[in-house]
Structure formats: structure tokens, C-alpha cells
């Protein structure tokens, strides 16, 4: 949080807002890379006339999308209605590979991270012999089958509160703390597309990523029932799977 918003007594307006991670190098704002950050900064500074802070409630990497993803502004010095504020918003960012949902007043004490409790993230793989040109970036393509109701036991074994250092990138920032709670692992089928839904009471850096690139490696080499618990066991990043690629994330719901 940053010296301003610990002095600040008043409200906040809180922006959901969906984008195509494709066009960005993540949400945060960087040197010579086009971030979400940045991007709806531009927006805001062209509605206002002036540039607020924009804290969002994570960080997303390059390629990773966003279905619903909060982010709040301070609303001094703001006058314009929160429904008209999203609507001259998409005016200035059409094109852009972002939308504002809805903009809403939040009183001096929310926090577009701090006050999340649990997010959902959901992954898309493409599981078919031939690439589909309508999921290219969209989701990971994958020619080998995988058996979903052989696999089963992962969606068990990942839920629940483990230490879950084995699927975060070596060298993050928070190694001292990796135990998270997750609450579900879904996997569905329709035709080709396989979707995964993950959600948790917080993630590790490529957490998400890498349970499914475990998934994936486990489906492949045909592994059973006690797999994915052993290798949380092991709370060592070498016994997981790779890491699966960005471009099927999303960043799919918030809870407050």
C-alpha cells in the first residue's frame, strides 16, 4: 500500500476490467514494454485530465489474460459518475485489448489486493491433433490425448492446505511462505478444449502454471492415484512439471 493511500480517508472507485494479455507484457508498468497498467493510466489520464495510481489486486505475466481483474484508483478530486467513468473509458481504450466492466465506489478501507480473500484462474488447452487458428494465443495446444477420468485423483490430491513449494518458480520473492489453501481443481471436457478452474486462498508465483504442466506430464506417462500428493510431498520444484505456457491463463474471478 503505497504512503498515499495509508493517508488517504476517503473512498476508492474500484474498476473490473477484462484484457487480451497478448498485447502486453503483463500488468505491470515497465521501461519500454506495453503493460495493462500503463495502458489503462493512459485512459484514466485522458478522462481526468490528470494520472491517478492504479493498484491492482496481482501481477499478471506477458501473454496471461484476464476475465475479471480489480483494480482501484483513489477518488479524490473525481467528480464523474462511476457508470459514466467506465463508459468514457472504453471510449478511450477501445482497441487496446481491454474493457471496463463496471466501475464502482469502495469505502477508504478497501484495497484492491489486500482486501482479496481467494481468486480463480482458469486454464485452457486445446487437446486435439490439428492447432485450432481460433484459440492461437488463446490457449495451450496439446495433440496428445489426455484421459480426463484417468486423472481423476489429481483434481483430490491438489485441493486442500499443503505446502506447495514444488510448483513455484525457483527464486520468487515469497519462499519463506508457500503453504496456500486450494479449494478446487476442476477439470472439464467439451469437444477438443479442456478447461481447467483452480482456486485458492492465494497463489505462488506460476503456481497455477506449473500444477497444470504437472497435469499434463502425469497424464502422459499414464501416473496414479497418490502422484500429485507425492510430489507435493517432495516440496521440491525439480519433481513437478514444466511449466505450462501463458497464453491459456486467465485470471477468471476475485473474491472480497
Given at each position: 500500500?503505497?504512503?498515499?493511500?495509508?493517508?488517504?480517508?476517503?473512498?476508492?472507485?474500484?474498476?473490473?476490467?477484462?484484457?487480451?494479455?497478448?498485447?502486453?507484457?503483463?500488468?505491470?508498468?515497465?521501461?519500454?514494454?506495453?503493460?495493462?497498467?500503463?495502458?489503462?493510466?493512459?485512459?484514466?489520464?485522458?478522462?481526468?485530465?490528470?494520472?491517478?495510481d492504479v493498484s491492482g489486486v496481482s501481477r499478471t505475466d506477458s501473454g496471461v489474460h484476464a476475465n475479471n481483474y480489480v483494480c482501484h484508483i483513489l477518488k479524490?478530486?473525481?467528480?464523474?459518475?462511476?457508470?459514466?467513468?467506465?463508459?468514457?473509458?472504453?471510449?478511450?481504450?477501445?482497441?487496446?485489448?481491454?474493457?471496463?466492466?463496471?466501475?464502482?465506489?469502495?469505502?477508504?478501507?478497501?484495497?484492491?489486493?489486500?482486501?482479496?480473500?481467494?481468486?480463480?484462474?482458469?486454464?485452457?488447452?486445446?487437446?486435439?491433433?490439428?492447432?485450432?487458428?481460433?484459440?492461437?494465443?488463446?490457449?495451450?495446444?496439446?495433440?496428445?490425448?489426455?484421459?480426463?477420468?484417468?486423472?481423476?485423483?489429481?483434481?483430490?490430491?491438489?485441493?486442500?492446505?499443503?505446502?506447495?513449494?514444488?510448483?513455484?518458480?525457483?527464486?520468487?520473492?515469497?519462499?519463506?511462505?508457500?503453504?496456500?489453501?486450494?479449494?478446487?481443481?476442476?477439470?472439464?471436457?467439451?469437444?477438443?478444449?479442456?478447461?481447467?478452474?483452480?482456486?485458492?486462498?492465494?497463489?505462488?508465483?506460476?503456481?497455477?502454471?506449473?500444477?497444470?504442466?504437472?497435469?499434463?506430464?502425469?497424464?502422459?506417462?499414464?501416473?496414479?492415484?497418490?502422484?500429485?500428493?507425492?510430489?507435493?510431498?517432495?516440496?521440491?520444484?525439480?519433481?513437478?512439471?514444466?511449466?505450462?505456457?501463458?497464453?491459456?491463463?486467465?485470471?477468471?474471478?476475485?473474491?472480497?
Open positions: 500500500m503505497t504512503e498515499l493511500e495509508n493517508k488517504a480517508s476517503g473512498e476508492k472507485i474500484a474498476l473490473t476490467i477484462m484484457y487480451d494479455g497478448t498485447f502486453f507484457h503483463g500488468w505491470q508498468v515497465q521501461n519500454n514494454a506495453k503493460s495493462v497498467q500503463g495502458t489503462l493510466q493512459d485512459g484514466l489520464e485522458s478522462v481526468l485530465g490528470f494520472r491517478p479524490d478530486g473525481i467528480t464523474i459518475p462511476p457508470e459514466r467513468l467506465a463508459a468514457a473509458l472504453n471510449s478511450h481504450l477501445r482497441d487496446s485489448g481491454i474493457a471496463v466492466k463496471k466501475a464502482e465506489i469502495k469505502d477508504a478501507d478497501f484495497h484492491a489486493r489486500y482486501s482479496c480473500v481467494g481468486k480463480e484462474y482458469i486454464y485452457k488447452i486445446w487437446n486435439a491433433r490439428y492447432a485450432n487458428p481460433f484459440y492461437k494465443d488463446k490457449a495451450m495446444f496439446y495433440p496428445m490425448e489426455i484421459d480426463i477420468e484417468k486423472m481423476r485423483f489429481a483434481e483430490k490430491e491438489f485441493v486442500g492446505t499443503h505446502d506447495f513449494r514444488s510448483f513455484m518458480t525457483k527464486g520468487s520473492k515469497n519462499e519463506e511462505n508457500t503453504v496456500r489453501t486450494v479449494k478446487y481443481f476442476n477439470v472439464k471436457k467439451e469437444d477438443e478444449l479442456i478447461t481447467i478452474s483452480v482456486c485458492a486462498d492465494g497463489f505462488l508465483y506460476n503456481m497455477v502454471r506449473i500444477m497444470v504442466g504437472t497435469y499434463i506430464d502425469l497424464s502422459r506417462k499414464g501416473a496414479s492415484e497418490g502422484a500429485v500428493r507425492e510430489i507435493i510431498e517432495k516440496c521440491d520444484r525439480k519433481y513437478a512439471g514444466d511449466t505450462a505456457p501463458a497464453e491459456g491463463l486467465y485470471l477468471n474471478k476475485i473474491f472480497y
